[in-house]
T-cell receptor
Framework: DAGVIQSPRHEVTEMGQEVTLRCKPI?????LFWYRQTMMRGLELLIY????????DSGMPEDRFSAKMPNASFSTLKIQPSEPRDSAVYFC??????????FGPGTRLTVT | DQQVKQNSPSLSVQEGRISILNCDYT??????FLWYKKYPAEGPTFLIS?????DKNEDGRFTVFLNKSAKHLSLHIVPSQPGDSAVYFC??????????????FGTGTRLTIIP
């Protein structure tokens, strides 16, 4: 059974450009989470969905960030426009029961 | 405002000895605690968890201890093996409206096992 799939694995972009990160959760999982990892703040929850519906987006840093889950097998996290301070590793995770979450390999984003 | 704190950014332990990783939390509403392990270039993987109704949970070489009065939990690995070298994240859930599905993570402790 495939785990959580994220693409791209690495993204380098220039400040001001739009960035779209993609995630395919584990089939059958009802919850999907987007996290950001930085050295200073560790793993921060940005937003999570239950049955494709956003439940809590209080961690989304600014209006430049948006996330969608059009169906049970796909989600996107978009940053527009991107800034150098958005450089981080972004993880997607999914779960069946909520707290035992399965993480994807992450997308390393570099904004120059 | 860090509700889950791992005050040791790194720890080095000799192979075969015990590794003890510590975690403190501030929110008394947390009622479920987890440890995740992360290798470079991979996502975190679930390791072990404990409910607030218990004070100890054991799984092979890994034991998690919870001290609710001190708001402190620890992860013991014994004996430590080279493959245990990784970053360990403590996480907590159960606080507030959203319930157990929302995890709050610490900043992680990098464990290095010295052969």
């Amino acid at each position: 059974d495939a785990g959580v799939i994220q693409s791209p694995r690495h993204e380098v972009t220039e400040m001001g450009q739009e960035v779209t990160l993609r995630c395919k959760p584990i089939s059958g999982h009802d919850y999907l989470f987007w996290y950001r990892q930085t050295m200073m703040r560790g793993l921060e929850l940005l937003i999570y969905f239950n049955n494709n519906v956003p439940i809590d987006d209080s961690g989304m840093p600014e209006d430049r960030f948006s996330a969608k889950m059009p169906n049970a097998s796909f989600s996107t996290l978009k940053i527009q426009p991107s800034e150098p301070r958005d450089s981080a590793v972004y993880f997607c995770a999914s779960s069946l029961v909520g707290y035992e979450q399965y993480f994807g390999p992450g997308t390393r984003l570099t904004v120059t | 405002d860090q509700q889950v704190k791992q005050n040791s950014p790194s720890l080095s332990v000799q192979e075969g000895r015990i590794s003890i990783l510590n975690c403190d939390y501030t929110n008394s509403m947390f009622d479920y605690f987890l440890w995740y392990k992360k290798y470079p270039a991979e996502g975190p993987t679930f390791l072990i968890s404990i409910s607030s109704i218990k004070d100890k949970n054991e799984d092979g070489r890994f034991t998690v201890f919870l001290n609710k009065s001190a708001k402190h939990l620890s992860l013991h690995i014994v004996p430590s093996q080279p493959g245990d070298s990784a970053v360990y994240f403590c996480a907590a859930s159960g606080a507030g409206y959203f319930g157990n599905e929302k995890l709050t993570f610490g900043t992680g402790t990098r464990l290095t096992i010295i052969p």
